[in-house]
């Protein structure tokens, strides 16, 4: 079946490290996304992983993906206050297909 | 580039009453989404249109949810009559159709609707 978990809540301190996790269940699954949501707006996609992959980096953004275990993590270095918001996992099977997304974290950074 | 547009920001109705939403998706993009969010969760697809058919309306609460692209570009979302669990913040998102690395999702700022 479809499920995607999350924790959801995570506070950190400015300039400490993020990690938000999240757990999926369809071994099917081919691609995998972070969208980060900011109050009273959409979704803004801040990176995605396809399902050959271990690890990807951009820039602050460290993804990682135990295909063993259906677990993954999105690590945000030097976390800053601007970063405070609901961030999303989705899965889907197929490009263009619909997503499947976890119930949210929401990461505080205090200053 | 313009983003996903989406009209009005925000609603406020009566149960029973009859709601209708706008979406403009990025220019070219062939794939048209609308997600159903609700307050503590996340996203749940409602219908996705490859131009101006229907992919996966599964999730479309039929008997009073109805959603239309006649044209592939611009699509409709109406609930006819509204009930109090339809409150919820609703997303469209569009994508490039296409089988590609760039195949990615966009989400417009959606429409916060609460049914009274």
């Known amino acids: 079946g479809e499920d995607v978990e999350q924790s959801l809540f995570l506070s950190v301190r400015e300039g400490d490290s993020s990690v938000i996790n999240c757990t999926y269940t369809d071994s099917s699954s081919t691609y995998l996304y972070w969208y980060k949501q900011e109050p009273g707006a959409g979704l803004q996609l801040l990176t995605y992983?396809?399902?050959?992959?271990d690890m990807k980096q951009d820039q602050r953004l460290t993804v990682l993906l135990n295909k063993k275990d259906k677990h993954l993590s999105l690590r945000i270095a030097d976390t800053q206050t601007g970063d405070s918001a609901i961030y999303f996992c989705?899965?889907?099977?197929?490009?263009?297909?619909?997503?499947?997304f976890g119930q949210g974290t929401e990461l505080s950074v205090k200053p | 580039e313009a983003g996903v547009a989406q009209s009005p920001r925000y609603k406020i109705i009566e149960k029973r009453q009859s709601v209708a939403f706008w979406c403009n998706p990025i220019?070219?993009?062939?794939?048209l989404y609308w997600y159903q969010q609700i307050l503590g969760q996340g996203p749940k697809l409602l219908i996705q249109?490859?131009?101006?058919?229907?992919?996966?309306d599964s999730q479309l609460p039929k008997d009073r949810f109805s959603a239309e692209r006649l044209k592939g570009v611009d699509s409709t979302l109406k609930i006819q009559p509204a009930k109090l669990e339809d409150s919820a913040v609703y997303l469209c998102?569009?994508?490039?159709?296409?089988?590609?690395?760039?195949?990615?999702?966009?989400f417009g700022a959606g429409t916060r609707l609460s049914v009274l």
């Open positions: 992983i396809f399902s050959n992959m």
């Open positions: 998102a569009s994508s490039s159709g296409l089988s590609s690395a760039k195949n990615i999702q966009y």
């Open positions: 249109f490859q131009n101006n058919g229907v992919v996966d």
């Open positions: 989705a899965e889907t099977y197929n490009q263009g297909g619909k997503l499947i």
């Open positions: 220019s070219g993009h062939a794939t």
